[in-house]
């Protein structure tokens, strides 16, 4: 029987919070399991860890995660914790750079008793690829006395990889009966040739997928189209910075960043987190909603059990996504950000209760 070894980052803020409760929920799946078992390493990385040591991420937690058959992370990085120039603490990044996640997976669903803003946005369900190693995050930036300037960068491999990602995503979810088998390249290719360049390497790669619709999208065009006419997209893929911004929207047409999971996948390693960050304003009183953690570790099982051919794992992370969409649905049990009084214990032991 397979025994996955899972990295375990907690990070900062409401990270060991919400952390905590979703190991409870996996290990209690793993003990019930009759055809798999989970055990979990702790690792120190984040803003914290960084007051302390002097190291945010250090040699030793990468190289456990390295040896890993996926890697949990709550969020890291703390307001007030910053780096000498002034920037954050965002191991999370260095992450995605180190295990070349080039695939940030955002889906986007919308399941009964969300509190969703759009009035007609039910059974809503696409998924967002934001490329994650470069773009403009590739940029180290060079700040002068009157002038700042960051460099974007987009280079073939890595667009070729994404986009086949997106491809194959688009295919998965046309077979499992989710999607039309649609990929929409969303780039800004009217005024820059780094996004004219993104899109024709898109375009090749559509070639080799006859069987998928490949569309494109402006990206101001596609904020404006996630609010009015969310149905047209199935799965869109794009760079970094417009992903990073894009998530957060997808995350507010599904009522909050509570519910949004996410995954930053690459050709051997996967990284699974909420979409959120660290939300110090809520810290240390227990009330943070666990949902996108539990979510994102359902991801963690559905991808474990696709790249291990083990279908049973695939099941259980259905069954771990299906149990959050029913506490949701019922609306008995609501953390603050969902307008009721539950603490995040609370929010998981109902999640437990419906796993059954
Ligand atoms: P980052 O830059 O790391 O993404 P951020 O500062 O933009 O982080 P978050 O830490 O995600 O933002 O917090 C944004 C807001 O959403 C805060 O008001 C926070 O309390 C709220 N929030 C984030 N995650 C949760 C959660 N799990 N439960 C309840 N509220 C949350």
């Given at each position: 029987m397979p025994d996955f070894r899972i990295a375990v980052f907690?990070?900062?803020?409401?990270?060991?919070?919400?952390?905590?409760?979703t190991l409870r929920l996996l290990d209690g799946m793993a003990r019930q399991s009759q055809t798999w078992r989970?055990?979990?390493?702790?690792?120190?990385?984040?803003?914290?860890?960084?007051?302390?040591?002097?190291?945010?991420?250090?040699a030793a937690s990468v190289e456990t995660a390295r040896r890993a058959d996926a890697i949990l992370l709550a969020a890291m990085g703390l307001p007030d914790v910053r780096y000498p120039d002034g920037t954050e603490i965002t191991p999370q990044i260095d992450l995605r750079k180190i295990l070349g996640l080039y695939a940030g997976v955002r889906p986007v669903r919308v399941t009964p008793g969300l509190p969703t803003p759009l009035a007609a946005a039910r059974d809503l369900d696409f998924v967002l690829i934001r490329e994650s190693t470069e773009g403009l995050f590739a940029s180290v930036g060079e700040v002068e006395a009157d002038e700042a300037r960051e460099t974007l960068k987009i280079t073939r491999a890595v667009t070729e990889k994404v986009s086949r990602f997106a491809f194959d995503l688009?295919?998965?979810?046309?077979?499992?009966?989710?999607?039309?088998?649609?990929?929409?390249?969303v780039d800004k290719a009217n005024v820059f040739p780094a996004f004219a360049f993104f899109r024709s390497v898109f375009d090749d790669v559509a070639r080799e997928y006859p069987d998928i619709e490949a569309t494109h999208a402006y990206v101001d065009a596609t904020a404006l189209w996630m609010v009015t006419q969310p149905g047209r997209f199935d799965v869109m893929v794009t760079e970094n910075m417009f992903g990073d911004i894009l998530s957060d929207l997808g995350a507010g047409l599904m009522g909050?960043?509570?519910?949004?999971?996410s995954a930053d996948i690459g050709d051997d390693h996967a990284v699974f987190q909420p979409c959120h960050g660290t939300a110090p304003d809520i810290a240390g009183r227990g009330i943070?909603?666990?949902?996108?953690?539990?979510?994102?570790?359902?991801?963690?099982?559905?991808?474990?059990?696709?790249?291990?051919?083990?279908?049973?794992?695939?099941?259980?992370?259905?069954?771990l996504r299906q149990a959050v969409e029913r506490v949701i649905a019922e609306g008995r049990v609501r953390t603050a950000d969902m307008g009721g009084t539950a603490t995040t214990d609370e929010a998981a032991a109902a999640v437990a209760e419906a796993l059954g």
């Open positions: 907690e990070g900062d803020g409401i990270g060991r919070e919400i952390m905590a409760p989970m055990s979990f390493d702790m690792l120190p990385g984040g803003a914290q860890c960084y007051s302390e040591t002097g190291e945010a991420l250090p688009a295919r998965q979810r046309k077979a499992d009966g989710r999607g039309p088998g649609r990929v929409t390249c909050g960043l509570g519910f949004a999971p943070a909603n666990p949902f996108a953690m539990i979510l994102s570790a359902a991801m963690m099982l559905d991808w474990l059990g696709e790249t291990h051919g083990h279908s049973p794992l695939r099941a259980d992370g259905a069954r």
